[in-house]
């Protein structure tokens, strides 16, 4: 007996989150998904390059980078879907294949040890799980956190999701159109009397409720009474709780909550923090692996590395004036200028290797001899 209440009362919960999970969870995978997929989109149009004395060598590995990942994904698709399991997974494992394609594992298990690397098994690729184990050094294994970030989410959620559910049932019950009908004794108390009564209540509450303009005809020992509703039909509540959530969600990934609200008052500055705080420790991370498990130490120690561009908030006519001031002023030479503004090095010409100053950056003296000689 004991046991049988028990599963009902065990089905009684799972009815309930059922119906929790219906209801509200839109606002959690929203705000989730908003986040991720911001992260997302910027890192997805960055480029990696492998860069060996100063050149950019366009080889297998940056076609693998920067192209075609695998015969199934684009690469801004793979790094779109890098990133997201990074997030909420906090961790991505990415496997190279026999034919160097460059594979992301849906699910896996990670054996760890204190001195020798960590080995992966039942490395599971859509429906295909590999037989053998991979170890620590074969794949790119990118780890986000020291605590999973969904964890935190739910347990926000949690507080956050209880808030949203109540004041949504609030705002239900304000717009709710509420009457009583005032019925005379009833002669045809039959069942059949009693149907058609309801009918008749059913189609006047069906005219009040789904047209603007409804003429109920009134019968006789029936009177049916709207009931006022005072209270305001404002939802300003329902929505300060959401971007509540989205705020907190954000918060914790460096996105600064101005850029995901789309305001435009002095766009430039949290664009700047996001690009700081948000994208580039994701690139940087992504960087260090990469060189550590697809570039050789000797030939990293050489100079041969990878190295990541990416998207500008700001084009160089933005910023030409700034350019020449570092040109003219022998601060930068034209190349390592070209390098900062995403174009590559200009080798055929010398005169990009050059540290130039011009007058105005010189000694008096030396700018009057220099004048005293354009004259002559």
């Known amino acids: 007996m004991v046991k049988s209440r028990n599963k009902e009362l065990e089905f009684m919960l799972d009815f309930d989150l059922i119906q929790d999970t219906s209801n509200k969870i839109h606002m959690k995978q929203l705000a989730i998904q908003t986040c991720i997929n911001m992260i997302g989109r910027t890192i997805s149009q960055s480029e990696f390059y492998v860069k060996k004395e100063k050149k950019i060598v366009k080889d297998e590995m940056y076609y693998r980078l920067n192209v075609r990942p695998n015969p199934n994904m684009s690469a801004s698709q793979f790094w779109h879907t890098v990133v997201h399991k990074l997030i909420y997974d906090n961790e991505c494992l990415i496997i190279q294949s026999d034919t160097e394609d460059l594979l992301i594992a849906d699910s896996f298990t990670r054996i760890e040890y204190a001195l020798v690397n960590d080995s992966f098994k039942d490395v599971t690729i859509k429906n295909f799980t590999f037989s053998r184990t991979f170890q620590m050094s074969e ?70 409720s789904g047209k603007s303009v409804a003429i109920v005809p009134q019968q006789k020992g029936f009177k049916f009474e709207e009931m006022k509703n005072g209270q305001s039909q404002s939802v300003d509540e329902v929505a300060k709780v959401a971007d509540g959530f989205l705020d907190q969600v954000a918060k914790p990934l460096g996105i600064p909550i101005s850029l995901l609200h789309g305001d435009m008052a002095d766009v430039e500055k949290p664009t700047r923090n996001y690009m700081t705080f948000c994208i580039d420790p994701f690139l940087k991370k992504i960087k260090d692996e990469l060189n550590a498990k697809m570039i050789d130490k000797k030939e990293y120690l050489a100079g041969k590395k990878i190295e990541t561009k990416r998207i500008s908030y700001s084009n160089m006519f933005d910023v030409a004036a700034a350019v020449d001031k570092l040109r003219s002023s022998g601060v930068s030479n034209g190349n390592e200028l070209r390098e900062e503004l995403g174009l590559e090095r200009v080798e055929d010409d010398p005169m990009l290797d050059k540290y130039v100053i011009t007058k105005n950056y010189q000694e008096s003296s030396e700018a009057l001899k220099g004048g005293e000689k354009d004259e002559t």
């Open 139 to 208: 794949v790119i294994y990118l780890e986000y956190s020291n605590k999973k970030l969904s964890t935190l989410f739910d347990g926000l959620y949690s507080d956050y999701g209880e808030l949203f559910g109540r004041i949504i049932e609030f705002q239900n019950r304000k717009n709710q159109i509420r009457g009583v009908v005032n019925i005379e004794a009833v002669n045809d108390k039959t069942e059949k009397g009693q149907e058609k009564l309801q009918n008749y209540i059913n189609k006047i509450y069906k005219a009040f």
